[in-house]
T-cell receptor, first 112, second 115 residues
Framework: NAGVTQTPKFQVLKTGQSMTLQCAQDMNHNSMYWYRQDPGMGLRLIYY???????DKGEVPNGYNVSRLNKREFSLRLESAAPSQTSVYFC???????????FGPGTRLTVL | GENVEQHPSTLSVQEGDSAVIKCTYSDSASNYFPWYKQELGKRPQLIID?????GEKKDQRIAVTLNKTAKHFSLHITETQPEDSAVYFC??????????????FGQGTTLQVKP
């Protein structure tokens, strides 16, 4: 039981490049989330998916897109990376009707 | 929109002393308030939580209190130890997000426990 996994762990991009951050969970959770963490700003929700086939915007969705590929996987795509997207990205999941969110190990992204 | 304010941003205490972190929330109908601990380079992990129908909850050296009237809740750590050093995040779940589990996080408090 790996919990929530994320790939890659580290990534460096040039401005304008695109990439997809991958997230998977093996806990059969319905809800999945993408956050970004910046110093002094806590964890800010980018997008979330309450169930397979649905996605909704969070607090800071601009510049990102998501795909809930199936119940296990929830990916985050940066179409044209900008230096302001330099951050640590966390994926999380939770079980329907329960409150605890379980986080992945994070992806440290630098955009030059 | 919903907002959670957390104070202080940094807190330094001597080993054995108590530490208190406070959060206020804007949505009076929020019904769930978790606290997460994030050690350096690690992922956030839930350490304690409280629901809106409870005023206080304890788990060994940590406790959380909730004042719904004032819309604030606090984390109390007693007999602090060096391994308590970490970043602590509070969060609130707006009532309209109950079926999605969506949380609004505070800005985080860096706690340093000096030996």
């Amino acid at each position: 039981n790996a919990g929530v996994t994320q790939t890659p762990k580290f990534q460096v991009l040039k401005t304008g490049q695109s990439m997809t951050l991958q997230c998977a969970q093996d806990m059969n959770h319905n809800s999945m989330y993408w956050y970004r963490q910046d110093p002094g700003m806590g964890l800010r929700l980018i997008y979330y998916s309450a169930s397979e086939g649905t996605t909704d915007k969070g607090e800071v969705p601009n510049g990102y897109n998501v795909s809930r590929l199936n119940k296990r996987e929830f990916s985050l795509r940066l179409e044209s990376a900008a230096p302001s997207q330099t951050s640590v990205y966390f994926c999380a999941s939770s079980e329907e009707g329960r409150n605890t969110q379980y986080f992945g190990p994070g992806t440290r992204l630098t955009v030059l | 929109g919903e907002n959670v304010e957390q104070h202080p941003s940094t807190l330094s205490v001597q080993e054995g002393d108590s530490a208190v972190i406070k959060c206020t929330y804007s949505d009076s109908a929020s019904n769930y308030f978790p606290w997460y601990k994030q050690e350096l380079g690690k992922r956030p992990q839930l350490i304690i939580d409280i629901r809106s129908n409870v005023g206080e909850k304890k788990d060994q050296r940590i406790a959380v209190t909730l004042n719904k009237t004032a819309k604030h809740f606090s984390l109390h750590i007693t007999e602090t130890q060096p391994e308590d050093s970490a970043v602590y995040f509070c969060a609130a779940r707006p009532t309209l997000s109950s079926n999605t589990g969506k949380l609004i996080f505070g800005q985080g408090t860096t706690l340093q426990v000096k030996p």
